[in-house]
T-cell receptor, first 114, second 114 residues
Framework: DAGVIQSPRHEVTEMGQEVTLRCKPI?????LFWYRQTMMRGLELLIY????????DSGMPEDRFSAKMPNASFSTLKIQPSEPRDSAVYFC????????????FGDGTRLSIL | GNSVTQMEGPVTLSEEAFLTINCTYT??????LFWYVQYPGEGLQLLLK?????DKGSNKGFEATYRKETTSFHLEKGSVQVSDSAVYFC?????????????FGKGTKLSVKP
């Protein structure tokens, strides 16, 4: 079975550029999560969706970050404009919306902003 | 609020040593508990889980028992291998939520030397 698919795996761009990260959740899962991981701050939840609706975006760092889920099989996380401090590994995860179900993670996008 | 506290790493062990990584939690209600493992350059993978008190989760030689009286879910392995070197995350489901959100600990890095 296909797992959570993220693209691109690596992204290097200059500050000020727009960055779009993509995620395809596991088919049938109805919750989707975006995380950011850095050495300094560890794993941080940015936003999560349930049935394509954003439930909690309190972890989104600032207005430069936005996330959408136009349908059950696709989500994007956009940074505009990007800054060097946005450099991190961004993970997408999906799960069934139930308290005892695990989340399944993608392999992440390693983002470097120069 | 709900939270997870893990022992700080890094933990360095010799091959075949006994491993314990402590995890305690604070939660209202009856959360499910999880251990995830992250190998270098990869996303988090579910290692094991327990959904109610006194349940024991196990996988790949790792075990953890859901102890409600001590609010703990310590990870153990009797004989570690070099291939177990990774970062281990304890997590609990949000007892009040129904969207599959998890609360993660900060992670414990394990290094196993031959």
């Amino acid at each position: 079975d296909a797992g959570v698919i993220q693209s691109p795996r690596h992204e290097v761009t200059e500050m000020g550029q727009e960055v779009t990260l993509r995620c395809k959740p596991i088919s049938g899962h109805n919750s989707l999560f975006w995380y950011r991981q850095t050495m300094m701050r560890g794993l941080e939840l940015l936003i999560y969706f349930n049935n394509n609706v954003p439930i909690d975006d309190s972890g989104m760092p600032e207005d430069r970050f936005s996330a959408k889920m136009p349908n059950a099989s696709f989500s994007t996380l956009k940074i505009q404009p990007s800054e060097p401090r946005d450099s991190a590994v961004y993970f997408c995860a999906s799960s069934f919306a139930s308290g005892n179900q695990p989340q399944h993670f993608g392999d992440g996008t390693r983002l470097s902003i120069l | 609020g709900n939270s997870v506290t893990q022992m700080e790493g890094p933990v360095t062990l010799s091959e075949e040593a006994f491993l314990t990584i402590n995890c305690t939690y604070t939660a209202t209600g009856y959360p499910s508990l999880f251990w995830y493992v992250q190998y270098p350059g990869e996303g988090l993978q579910l290692l094991l889980k327990a959904t109610k008190a006194d349940d024991k989760g196990s996988n790949k030689g790792f075990e953890a028992t859901y102890r409600k009286e001590t609010t703990s879910f310590h990870l153990e392995k009797g004989s570690v291998q070099v291939s177990d070197s990774a970062v281990y995350f304890c997590a609990l489901s949000d007892p009040g939520g129904s969207q599959g959100n998890l609360i993660f600990g900060k992670g414990t890095k394990l290094s196993v030397k031959p």
